[in-house]
């Protein structure tokens, strides 16, 4: 069976461990780096080394950043009475690309999964409790993945904060702008149904 040298086969199973590389993928992108000069695959290597010495995730809200608390966290001018409650620290982007949301966000860091052996403990709600109790949130949005995971973790967030007397929402869910109906699961179908908003003039 054909092999590549060495030091590219050892690049290429690297890059197989990053999350929707493939075989193929993975050898696309080492020979794209062969390709680079040395200065800009160096640079490559720089940035890869500056990102796991220096990035962290804040005290506050377990978002990634260099600083300690993170932007959004020290930014005066969000609003401390929303609280928006995500899985992965990539999801906060998304969110701030619609310009729409001005609160605080809390990280998860994951779901429940008991397969992955994670449960309720390891998701972090005594800190999510705590922040709520320490500062003057009026309403939490749960903007988990409409998944089983997301769901079920929706569920217990909503549960750990009931006894604080806080508004508890949940992000809307239904079918994508620009999609066929025809197109859609039951999953999508049914909360698109219930999430429908009145239509005025």
């Known amino acids: 069976m054909f092999e590549f040298a060495g030091p590219l086969n050892g690049l290429i199973d690297q890059l197989r461990k990053i999350p929707g590389v493939g075989a193929k993928t993975a050898q696309r992108m080492a020979f794209h780096i062969i390709a680079m000069s040395e200065e800009e695959a160096f640079s490559l290597a720089e940035s890869i080394r500056q990102v796991k010495s220096?990035?962290?995730?804040c005290s506050r809200c377990n978002a990634i950043?260099?600083?300690?608390?993170c932007a959004i966290c020290?930014?005066?001018?969000?609003s401390d009475e929303v609280l928006c409650v995500v899985e992965e620290a990539f999801d906060i982007a998304a969110i701030e690309k619609t310009g729409v949301f001005h609160g605080r966000y809390y990280v998860?860091?994951?779901?429940?999964?008991p397969l992955k052996g994670r449960g309720p403990d390891e998701l972090g709600l005594d800190r999510l409790a705590d922040r709520v109790a320490s500062s003057p949130v009026k309403e939490v949005i749960i903007a988990t993945n409409p998944t089983v995971?997301?769901?079920?973790?929706?569920v217990l967030i909503m549960k750990a904060l009931s006894r604080f007397g806080i508004k508890i929402s949940r992000i809307a869910m239904g079918l994508p702008v620009g999609s066929d109906?025809?197109?859609a699961d039951q999953v999508t179908m049914r909360k698109a149904l219930?999430?429908?908003?009145?239509?005025?003039e």
């Open 54 to 57: 220096r990035i962290f995730t």
């Open 65 to 69: 950043t260099d600083v300690d608390p």
């Open 74 to 78: 020290s930014d005066p001018t969000r």
């Open 108 to 113: 998860l860091t994951g779901t429940l999964s």
């Open 149 to 154: 995971e997301g769901e079920a973790t929706a």
């Open 181 to 183: 109906i025809d197109y």
């Open 194 to 200: 219930e999430g429908r908003t009145e239509m005025k």
